[in-house]
C-alpha cells in the first residue's frame, strides 16, 4: 500500500455481504462516513452483529498491524498474508502527516476524513497485488477523473496502457465453469433411495449369477430384476441430467452484452483505433455513437452532439433512453438512474456521440458485479424437493430396519431343508426377501409421475401464457407467499398514453379558462375516444379548433410511429414511447376526418398522421437539449408558398418560459405572467395527486427566423431561434395501470398472498400506480408502506426488516436493494416470486425461490427465472399460483396413493417373513406394480379439478410437512389392509380355496419342512409350495385394491358419493389401461413366465373382488373422520368460480 490510498481490513471470521472473494478477484466497499484515526482502528462493519469480535488495526505506513493480545507479528497486506476470502473494505484516505516528516518522526499515519478521491483496493488472484479503482466517478469533474488515471488529452501511453492491463487485468467477465457431464451424472446417484435401489440392484445381479438354475428360463428370468432397477436408475439419472445440462445458465447469457471492438483514443496513435473490447483499461479514453454497446463503465469527457441517448434498459429498466450530460452528479450515493454522467457496459447509444474515460473494467462494472452476485447465489431446493428428500431419509432409514430385522427374525430358519440344510443358501434367501422389501418400499414410480403432472401443469400454465422453465418450480408457485412485482410492463402496459389534455376555452386580461378532454384506450392501439365534460365529442366537426394545431404538433414534432406486429397481433412502437404515444393521440383525434373503414390493422395506425404529413413537409428537427427542455421542428406547407412555422413541445417548465401568445378558437391572444401561472398550477394538478401524468407543453412559432440565418451546428443557440412561441396547450400521459391487475391484486388479498411494488421509478409516480391499482386505498397514508431505495438504506437493520414485514412499495431501488429485500423475505419464512426483464433483475431473480421474467425481457433475465409470461401479465402471475396449488394438491393426492400401496406391499412382504409362509410377491411383480400399474392412475390424478375454494385459502408454509400425523395414520390404515388382503389371498388359495391344496395352517408356515416331517405333510406334494397360482392371487389383490383405492384419492376428504369418478375421465381411463395391462401379463404365456404366475380362473376372481372392495369402505369411514373431526373446515366457503 502507499500514502493516499485508503485501507481497512477484515478477518474471515466475521460474515460480510458481499465480499472480497480473491480467487474471483472482487471486492466492494461500504463507506462510513466517519472521522478514523491512527495509530488504532476499531473497525466493526454495519453487517456484523454487536456480539462479533472486535478486531483492532494498526497503519503502519504499508503494514497491517493486529493489535490485540497474542495477535500475529506485523505483516504486510498481500495475497501471501491473507486468507483465500477476505473482505477490504474503505474507511478513509491516508494523509502524510506534514507536521511528523518535518520533525522527522516516523510511525503510524494520521488518518482524516477523506479528502480526496476515494477509492477500491481490489485484488486479482493471478496477480496477488491491489488493484487502484476509482468509487464515485460520477460526482468528480471530468477533470478529476482524467487526472486520476494520469490520462491526457490525448489519452493513456502504450507503457500505461501495459501497467494498467497488468495491475487490472482483460476487459471481460470470466466464464462460468460449468459441471461436467460425470460429475451431473454422479450427483443423480446422490440420494440415499436411489443408493439402496443402486445396492438392491448389485445384491440381485450377484445372487442371480451365482445362484443354480434349473433352466435357461430361469437363468433369464432372475436377471430381469436388477436389469428393470438399473433400466430405472438410468432413466432417471438421464432426464435429471437433460434437465440441467438444457438449463441455460444466466451468467453465461450476460456475455452477449459485451461488445467485439471498442473505439479508443490512444497517444501515439493516430486518431481513433479500433482495439477489441476487452484489451481496454481503466484511464482508457473512449468514443462511443449511435448503435454502439458500451465495451466498459464511462464517465463522459465530452459530447459531440446536441444530446447523447442511451438505452440502459437492461440494467437499470427505465423504459426510455436516458439524456447524458458531462456534468458531474454531486450526490456521492445517487443511484445508478441518477447518474447521468456514467455510461455502463452493456448498455447501448440510442443516439449522439461521445466521449468517455474507463473508470471500471471487468468485474468492477456494474454489470460485472451483477454477474459476482448471481455467481454468488447457490440454486436452493423447492419445497417439495426438500420434503421430499426428508422423506426418502426417514424411508431410507426405516428401510434399512425393517430389512435387517425381517433376515435377523429368520436367522432359525437359516438351516431349514427347503435351502438343503446349507446355512449360507438359507441366509442368501432371506437376503433375497429382504431386498424384495427395499424394493417394495421405494416408490420407484414416483420421480417419473410428479415429472409427468408437473409437465402436465406446465402445458396448462402455457396456455394462460406462463411458460415454465424449470418443473419443480411449479409446485412452489402453490406456496407463493408475497409477490414482488416491477411496475414497468407488468402491472402497467408499459406502453405510455395520453390520458388528459387541455386547451384555453378563452383567455383576457389575466384570467384563462380551460378546456379539458380525456382520452380512453391504454396502448398503443390507435383506437381511443375523446371525452369533455364525460361527453363524447367529434375533434373533426371544428367545435374546437386548437385540437387540429395540437393534432399537427403531435404528429410533426416528432420522430417516432406505431407500428402493427403481425406475429403477436398487436401495435408497437417504433421510437421513443412518449412520442409514440403523441402519435397516437393524433390517431384518436383524427381532426380531419379520415374514413378508416376497411383498412387493415398496419394502416390504421397511421392513417390520421399521414393525412397530416401530407399538409407540411418538415425541413429540419432541432433536437432535445437539457438546457431549453425542448425540441421543434421546422415545417413548410406542402403547397410550398410562404407560411413555414415551428412546431414545439417540452417540459412546460422549459416552454412556458418562451410563450409570449395562447391560441384562443384560432387567435393569438397575449400571454400574462398570471395566466402562464395558472397553466402551471394545472400542470402541477396533472402531476401530482392520483394521476402522476407526465406533462408535455405544446406549442407553434408562427413567424420563425428564415431557416437559412440558423446554425444547426451550435445547439446552444437553439433556445434563440425557439422564441415568441404562442401555447396550443399541454397534453398529460402515463404508464397506464393494465385493465385486469386490479382483480387480480384483489385474488392475491384473497388467497394470503402479500404484494409488493419494486420499482426504480420515482416514488410519487409508484404510489399514484399503486392507489389505481388497489395496491393502496384512495386515502391510504402510505407512511412506513412505502420506501425509496435511500431511504431503506438509512434505516437499521432492525427496521429494515420490520419495514420489510409492512411495506407495499419499494422506489427507486437498485438491482442491490431487490436482493436484499429477498434475503429479508427468506429470513421471516416467506416463500417470495421476484419478477423482472432486465440484467439488473437476474440477481433476485436467481435468489428467490420463483423467478419471473417478462417475455419482452432480456435473455439473461430468463435464464435466471424459473418462469417467463409470454404476456407480460400480472393477473397470468395469479393464475399460474392457482394452478400450482392445484398441483399440489393433486400430487398429495398421487403421493398419498402410491405410499399406501409401498407401505401395503411393505406389509405383505413382512408379514411373509413373519408367518414363514411362500413368497406372495417377488421384486419384478413389485416393480411392474410400483412402475406400470400403480404409475398410470397416479398420473391420472394429476388431472383432478382443482377445489372451488382453492384461491380463498392462505398459502400454505413451506415448513409445513408432506404428510401430517393424520394421514400418516390413513397411510397405515389402508397399507396395512392392502398387505394383509394379498398376504391374506395367497394364504386363501392354500387353505380355503375348493379347488387349491387345502392344507392347514400348521402347514403353510412350515412349508420348508415339508420334506423331512413327513408325518405332519402325509399325502401332500411338497411342490405346491413352488405353484404360480398362490403369487397370481396376490398381485391380482394388489392391482384391483390399488385400482379401487386410486378412486378413493380423488378427494382427500370428500365422499366418493359427492366425487363421483366419472369427475376425472382420465383417472378411469388409466385405471382400464392398468387392468387391461395386468390381464396381458396374466393370460399371455411369455409374459406370465417372467413374472411367474399363471392365468386366474372365474372362482379366484370373484375372491379377488370380495377382498378388495372393503378398501372402499375403510377410505369412506377414514374420509368422514377426516371431515368432522380432523380437518374441520368452515360451514360457508368462498367461490370465484361459477
Known amino acids: 500500500m502507499r500514502n493516499g490510498e485508503s485501507l481497512a481490513w477484515m478477518p474471515v471470521g466475521w460474515h460480510l455481504v458481499p465480499g472480497y472473494d480473491r480467487d474471483k478477484g472482487l471486492s466492494f466497499s461500504h463507506l462510513p462516513r466517519r472521522r478514523l484515526s491512527a495509530p488504532r482502528l476499531l473497525l466493526l462493519p454495519a453487517s456484523c452483529s454487536s456480539s462479533a469480535p472486535k478486531r ?13 493480545k497474542n495477535a500475529a507479528p506485523r505483516q504486510p497486506l498481500s495475497s501471501s498474508s491473507a486468507s483465500s476470502r477476505f473482505p477490504i473494505f474503505i474507511k478513509t484516505a491516508l494523509i502524510p502527516d506534514a507536521n511528523r516528516e518535518r520533525k522527522g518522526e516516523t510511525g503510524p499515519t494520521l488518518l482524516k476524513e477523506h479528502a480526496v478521491t476515494p477509492i477500491r483496493v481490489t485484488q486479482r488472484a493471478r496477480l496477488g497485488r491491489p488493484v487502484v479503482v476509482m468509487e464515485d466517478a460520477h460526482s468528480r469533474s471530468a477533470e478529476e477523473v482524467c487526472k486520476f488515471f494520469g490520462t491526457g488529452p490525448e489519452g493513456l501511453s502504450e507503457d500505461q496502457v501495459i501497467t494498467l492491463r497488468k495491475k487490472h487485468g482483460e476487459n471481460e467477465l470470466p466464464a462460468e465453469e460449468g459441471k461436467s457431464i460425470w460429475e451431473l451424472i454422479l ?3 446422490d440420494d440415499l433411495l436411489v443408493k439402496i435401489l443402486l445396492l438392491a440392484a448389485i445384491i440381485s445381479f450377484v445372487l442371480a449369477l451365482f445362484e443354480e438354475h434349473e433352466d435357461q428360463t430361469e437363468a433369464v428370468t432372475a436377471f430381469v430384476e436388477p436389469f428393470v432397477i438399473l433400466l430405472i436408475l438410468i432413466a432417471n ?53 449511435v448503435g454502439d454497446k ?17 438505452d440502459q434498459s437492461i440494467l437499470t429498466g427505465e423504459s426510455v433512453s436516458v439524456i447524458k450530460h458531462t456534468d458531474s452528479v454531486p450526490d456521492k450515493r445517487a443511484v445508478n438512474q441518477d447518474k447521468k454522467n456514467c455510461l455502463f457496459s452493456g448498455t447501448n447509444v440510442a443516439s449522439g456521440k461521445a466521449r468517455g474515460i474507463v473508470f471500471g473494467t471487468g468485474l468492477n462494472t456494474e454489470i460485472g458485479k451483477i454477474r459476482t452476485e448471481m455467481a454468488e447465489t447457490e440454486t436452493e431446493k423447492t419445497p417439495l424437493q426438500q420434503k421430499l428428500d426428508e422423506f426418502g431419509e426417514q424411508l431410507s432409514k426405516v428401510i434399512s430396519i425393517i430389512c435387517v430385522a425381517v433376515w435377523a427374525i429368520n436367522i432359525g430358519h437359516f438351516n431349514d431343508p427347503a435351502h438343503g440344510g446349507s446355512w449360507v443358501k438359507g441366509a442368501i434367501y432371506y437376503f433375497k426377501i429382504a431386498v424384495a422389501l427395499a424394493v417394495a418400499a421405494i416408490p ?4 417419473a409421475v410428479i415429472t409427468t403432472c408437473l409437465a402436465l401443469g406446465t402445458r396448462r400454465m402455457a396456455k394462460k401464457n406462463a411458460i415454465v422453465r424449470s418443473l419443480p418450480s411449479v409446485e412452489t408457485l402453490g406456496c407463493t407467499s408475497v409477490i414482488c412485482s416491477d411496475k414497468t410492463g407488468t402491472l402497467t402496459t408499459n406502453q405510455m398514453s395520453v390520458s388528459k389534455m387541455f386547451i384555453a376555452e378563452s383567455a383576457s386580461g389575466d384570467n384563462i379558462v380551460f378546456n379539458e378532454f380525456t382520452i380512453s384506450g391504454s396502448t398503443y392501439e390507435p383506437v381511443g375516444k375523446i371525452f369533455h365534460n364525460n361527453r363524447e365529442i367529434n375533434p373533426s366537426a371544428g367545435e374546437y379548433e386548437a385540437l387540429t394545431e395540437l393534432a399537427t404538433i403531435c404528429s410533426m414534432c416528432n420522430d417516432s410511429a406505431v407500428d402493427y406486429n403481425e406475429t403477436k397481433k398487436q401495435y408497437e412502437k417504433v421510437g421513443e414511447a412518449t412520442e409514440t404515444a403523441l402519435v397516437v393521440l393524433a390517431e384518436k383525434l383524427n381532426v380531419y376526418g379520415t374514413p378508416k373503414s376497411g383498412l387493415s390493422p398496419r394502416e390504421l395506425g397511421g392513417v390520421a398522421n399521414r393525412v397530416i404529413q401530407q399538409k407540411w413537409t418538415k425541413e429540419f428537427t432541432l433536437e432535445f437539449s437539457r438546457d431549453r427542455k425542448s425540441m421543434s421542428s421546422y415545417c ?73 440565418d440558423m446554425n444547426l451546428e451550435d445547439s446552444t443557440l437553439f433556445a434563440k431561434y425557439e422564441r415568441e412561441i404562442t401555447f396550443v396547450g399541454v397534453v398529460g400521459m402515463l404508464d397506464p395501470p393494465r385493465t385486469e391487475v386490479m382483480a387480480a391484486i384483489k385474488d392475491c388479498n384473497h388467497a394470503g398472498i402479500r404484494v409488493i411494488m419494486i420499482t426504480g421509478d420515482n416514488k410519487n409516480t409508484a404510489e399514484a400506480i399503486g392507489r389505481r391499482i388497489g395496491l393502496f386505498t384512495e386515502d391510504e397514508d402510505t407512511t412506513g408502506k412505502a420506501y425509496t431505495g435511500r431511504e431503506f438504506d438509512d434505516l437499521p437493520p432492525e427496521q429494515q426488516s420490520e419495514a420489510c414485514r409492512r411495506a407495499k412499495l419499494f422506489a427507486r431501488v437498485e438491482p442491490s436493494h431487490k436482493s436484499k429485500i429477498v434475503d429479508i423475505l427468506q429470513s421471516h419464512g416467506e416463500i417470495t416470486a421476484m419478477t423482472g426483464d432486465g440484467v439488473n433483475d437476474a440477481p433476485a431473480l436467481k435468489k428467490s425461490e420463483i423467478g419471473i421474467a417478462m417475455g419482452s425481457g432480456t435473455a439473461v433475465a430468463k435464464s435466471a427465472s424459473e418462469m417467463v409470461l409470454a404476456d407480460d401479465n400480472f393477473a397470468s402471475i395469479v393464475s399460474a399460483v392457482e394452478e400450482g396449488r392445484a398441483i399440489y394438491n393433486n400430487m398429495k393426492q398421487f403421493i398419498r396413493y402410491l405410499i399406501s400401496s409401498n407401505v401395503g406391499e411393505v406389509v405383505s412382504i413382512f408379514m411373509v417373513a413373519a408367518l414363514g409362509i411362500p413368497e406372495a410377491l417377488i421384486p419384478v411383480q413389485l416393480l411392474w406394480v410400483n412402475l406400470v400399474t400403480d404409475g398410470l392412475p397416479a398420473t391420472a390424478l394429476g388431472f383432478n379439478p382443482p377445489d372451488l375454494d382453492i384461491m380463498d385459502r392462505p398459502p400454505r408454509s413451506a415448513n409445513d410437512g408432506l404428510i401430517s400425523g393424520w394421514l400418516f395414520f390413513r397411510y397405515l390404515a389402508v397399507g396395512t389392509y392392502v398387505g394383509v388382503a394379498t398376504v391374506g389371498a395367497s394364504m386363501w388359495w392354500f387353505l380355503l380355496y375348493e379347488e387349491g391344496p387345502q392344507i392347514t395352517y400348521y402347514q403353510l408356515t412350515h412349508w420348508m419342512r415339508c420334506e423331512i416331517e413327513t408325518e405332519n405333510f402325509a399325502d401332500l406334494d411338497c411342490a405346491v409350495f413352488e405353484d404360480n397360482h398362490p403369487n397370481a392371487m396376490a398381485l391380482s389383490v394388489l392391482v384391483t385394491i390399488e385400482m379401487l383405492n386410486a378412486i378413493n384419492s380423488l ?61 372402499l369402505l375403510l377410505d369412506e369411514i377414514l374420509k368422514f373422520i377426516a371431515r368432522n373431526y380432523i380437518d374441520v373446515e368452515p360451514v360457508e366457503k368462498k367461490s370465484k368460480r361459477d
Open 1051 to 1111: 378427494s382427500e376428504n370428500q365422499s366418493l358419493l359427492v366425487m363421483p369418478p366419472w369427475k376425472n375421465i382420465w383417472l378411469l381411463a388409466a385405471i382400464t389401461l392398468s387392468m387391461s395391462l395386468h390381464f396381458v401379463i396374466l393370460y399371455v404365456d411369455i409374459m406370465a413366465t417372467i413374472f411367474q404366475i399363471t392365468p386366474l380362473g372365474w372362482a379366484e376372481w370373484i375372491a379377488v373382488l370380495k377382498i378388495s372392495l372393503p378398501v
Open 187 to 189: 450427483e443423480q446417484f
Open 237 to 289: 439419472a438421464t432426464v435429471g441430467v437433460w434437465q440441467e445440462r438444457n438449463a441455460e445458465s444466466a451468467i453465461e447469457a450476460l456475455k452477449e452484452y459485451e461488445p467485439e471492438m471498442a473505439k479508443v483514443v490512444r497517444s501515439g496513435g493516430h486518431g481513433i483505433q479500433m482495439v477489441r473490447a476487452k484489451e481496454l483499461v481503466p484511464g482508457d479514453l473512449v468514443e462511443v455513437s
Open 294 to 310: 458500451i465495451p466498459a463503465d464511462l464517465r463522459l469527457v465530452k459530447i459531440y452532439s446536441t444530446t447523447i441517448r442511451i
Open 636 to 708: 413548410s406547407p406542402a403547397s410550398g408558398g410562404s407560411g413555414a412555422k415551428m412546431f414545439v413541445k417540452g417540459a412546460p417548465e422549459g416552454v412556458l418560459g418562451r410563450c409570449t401568445h395562447v391560441r384562443v378558437n384560432g387567435q393569438k391572444i397575449p400571454l400574462t405572467s398570471a395566466m402562464t401561472q395558472k397553466i402551471v398550477d394545472q400542470c402541477v394538478q396533472y402531476g401530482t395527486g392520483r394521476d402522476t401524468l407526465r406533462c408535455l407543453a405544446l406549442g407553434t412559432i408562427d413567424t420563425p427566423i428564415n431557416k437559412k
Open 444 to 447: 420407484e414410480g414416483l420421480p
Open 56 to 68: 483492532e488495526l494498526e497503519v503502519l505506513g504499508s503494514s497491517v498491524q493486529d493489535t490485540r
